[in-house]
């Protein structure tokens, strides 16, 4: 199972909206309504931003968005602030056997 | 509160074995399946597998089948990702992270533990 694939890095500045792309198959991304996104900041764990494609866990800021077309999930975060500033890594649930896959990573620089 | 508490850093020569603890508390630990997910410095996160406490079967990605194994003994509420037969290439910091029974997503991360593997 191949890797999802995410640019390596996107940037913007404070205030705008970004989004972040993340591109799988039809066996992954494209069956399941099953994508997560995680957030990781330098030298720690990975945090929960969204699941099932567009839900936020309780704590979540609502800068934080995500949706689905095909094969291809994105996150969008409005209102960037020099916090967002971090790596983000999406994951899909991939069937019974082969489980989950994560993305390759987009680095998030705020300018 | 509820978290997940891994073992410490370790040092593995090429060919040797590594045993890492994930220990679960404020929350019943036989609820959730324990993931282990591995990131190689400087990459990106990469699934290894998981187990279900209550019972104990387990799935492991194709790429560590023969060389994983991970328990857990519910009596102490942890889990152990145990890995053999290690290359340098093997030198990462290994996530556990919980998921529920009925959703597919990881709620819940431990800190890491890092495993280098050197001669």
């Known amino acids: ?111 | 509160q509820e978290q997940v508490v891994q073992s410490g850093a370790e040092v593995k020569k090429p060919g040797a074995s590594v045993k890492v603890s994930c220990k679960a508390s404020g929350y019943t630990f036989t609820d959730y399946y324990m993931h282990w997910v591995r990131q190689a410095p400087g990459q990106g996160l990469e699934w290894m597998g998981y187990i279900n406490p209550h019972g104990g079967r387990t799935n492991y990605a194709q790429k560590f089948q023969g060389r994983v194994t991970m328990t857990r003994d519910t009596s102490i509420s942890t889990a152990y990702m145990e890995l053999s037969r290690l290359r340098p290439d093997d030198t990462a910091v290994y996530y556990c992270a919980r998921v529920s029974f009925y959703y597919w997503y990881f709620d819940l991360w431990g800190r890491g533990t890092l495993v280098t593997v050197s001669s």
Not at chain 1, 60 to 79: D, E, P
Not at chain 1, 81 to 92: G, H, I, L, M, V
């Open chain 1, 1 to 111: 199972q191949s890797a999802l694939t995410q640019f390596a890095s996107v940037s913007g500045s404070p205030g705008q909206s970004i989004t972040i792309s993340c591109t799988g198959t039809s066996s992954d991304v494209g069956y399941y309504d099953l994508v997560s996104w995680y957030q990781q900041h330098p030298g720690k764990a990975p945090k929960l931003l969204i699941y099932e494609v567009s839900k936020r866990p309780s704590g979540v800021s609502n800068r934080f968005s995500g949706s689905k077309s095909g094969n291809t999930a994105s996150l969008t975060i409005s209102g960037l602030q020099a916090e967002d500033e971090a790596d983000y890594y999406c994951c899909s649930y991939a069937g019974s056997v082969t489980d989950y896959v994560f993305g390759t990573g987009t680095k998030v620089t705020v300018l």
